[in-house]
């Protein structure tokens, strides 16, 4: 097997696709994509110096780093590439999706000089650190381990013009429903249970399944209480053995589960309480605008619509430490926040460009094959995509060059490799 040749073939499709996520830049912004979408998937890393080696040039390492340092921080260059990812993520988002949002960190425990550096809470360590925080959109589906990564954007509210976390989520949504134009359900942890959201996604017409705190009150007939007392009042005559994943532990749990009909204070709109006992000692409370009714397998739906926002904790991990997002050293504002949008896109390349139609999945074996030789595939698939990758591009380097047909739709045709 000529591993040269594949790794020819896969800068070939990098340029391709950094050629369609660019478009609309000028000529050199165009080619610092390239360089960074390239230099980030062959060193796994967001470090200007790491990414600067994988370029192959002919100059000193500290002009090519001092070269991407300046591009980096191009203004509207976050949103451009923000607004072409979901452009392209768009083909593949279509009715019945879920629309995971997660609100992260980056945590910058050591840094002082960084602008804007917030205080966060570390979500690994459990601790109040110096860092950024993250709105990610994710979409997936039911009975489906497809996943396309959409939507990246690093913020602090110590920034000039942030104005509120609400304002963060409501523009991942807005901007990810008015660019996929494909209806589906927004799937969003208790950081989502804000009096905000939910008339923003209820005024929009949005779907949405959207994990309570006990202290939330609702109505339901005459009554207004908080949801932990309406879901002790609620029937839960269905039962069901399931197996959760988290941390990398299954355990299987047997729950009950019913609904409830309720509204929001002040508000007619019909929603629905899902309970369910099991999980923990309080019942898992979901609120959600799709119809119910006492219905094992409707009600089993919205619940594992809910349960895929645990299992995209992976992909989530995968982004943060396949990348390594917390290495980054980059000082400016702008430059972070472009370097988060186009860690998106790498992503992206990985997950669903060579995890997508079977030409590609010919490459994709062979990418395997070197991350099985070099590093041992891990049961997460994504990990052994970008070890595979970076194993392939580190024995094989090489300059990525752009293309011509940079403005086409991408044609991902590979053909056998000679030797294969």
């Not at 976390?165 to 359900?185: F, L, P, Y």
């Not at 000692?281 to 619509?305: A, D, F, H, W, Y």
Request: net charge positive; with cysteine.
């Amino acid at each position: 097997m000529n591993f040269a040749i594949v790794a020819n073939r896969l800068r070939d499709q990098i340029a391709r696709f950094s050629g369609i996520l660019s478009e609309g830049l000028p000529k050199k912004a165009r080619k610092f994509v390239r360089e960074m979408v390239y230099g980030i998937q062959a060193r796994e890393s967001v470090r200007l110096t790491e990414i600067a080696r994988a370029q192959q040039e002919n100059i000193s390492l500290k002009k090519t780093q001092e070269r991407l340092s300046r591009q980096l921080k191009r203004p509207q260059l976050g949103g451009v590439l923000q607004r072409d990812l979901i452009r392209l993520a768009s083909e593949h988002v279509t009715k019945g999706a879920l629309l995971i949002v997660d609100i992260g960190d980056i945590s910058k425990r050591y840094a002082r000089k960084m602008e804007y550096l917030d205080r966060i809470r570390d979500g690994s360590e459990k601790v109040i650190a110096n860092g950024y925080w993250l709105c990610t959109v994710i979409a997936t589906y039911h009975n489906s381990d497809k996943t396309v990564p959409i939507y990246n954007k690093l913020y602090s509210t110590k920034a000039k013009g942030f104005i509120s976390e609400n304002d963060e989520i409501k523009k991942a949504i807005r901007d990810v429903s008015d660019g996929v134009k494909s209806e589906g359900t927004w799937v969003i942890d208790r950081g989502g249970d804000r009096k905000e959201l939910f008339e923003f996604l209820l005024d929009r017409g949005d779907r949405f399944i959207i994990r309570l705190r006990g202290n939330r009150f609702l109505e339901h007939g005459t009554k207004r209480l908080p949801a932990l007392h309406l879901a002790q009042m609620t029937r839960l005559p269905y039962s069901e053995y399931i197996v959760e994943e988290r941390e990398d532990e299954e355990k299987v749990k047997r729950i009950e589960f019913g609904c409830l009909k309720v509204r929001l204070p002040n508000r007619s709109d019909s929603l629905f309480l899902l309970v369910v006992a099991g999980f923990g000692e309080q019942p898992l409370m979901l609120l959600t605008n799709e119809s119910l009714r006492r219905n094992r397998k409707v009600l089993l739906r919205i619940l594992r619509g809910y349960i895929k926002r645990w299992e995209i904790e992976k992909t989530f991990r995968f982004i943060k430490q396949s990348y390594e997002i917390e290495d980054v050293r980059v000082l400016g504002y702008a430059g972070l926040q472009n370097m988060m949008v186009i860690v998106m896109a790498v992503a992206y390349f990985a997950m669903v460009v060579l995890d997508n139609g079977s030409k590609m999945r010919v490459m994709l074996g062979h990418i395997y094959r070197m991350a099985k030789r070099v590093f041992g595939v891990p049961d997460f698939r994504y990990y052994a995509i970008a070890d595979g990758i970076m194993a392939l591009l580190t024995r094989h380097p090489g300059r990525v060059v752009g293309r011509k047909d940079r403005g086409k739709k991408l044609q991902l045709a590979l053909g056998l490799v000679p030797g294969g």
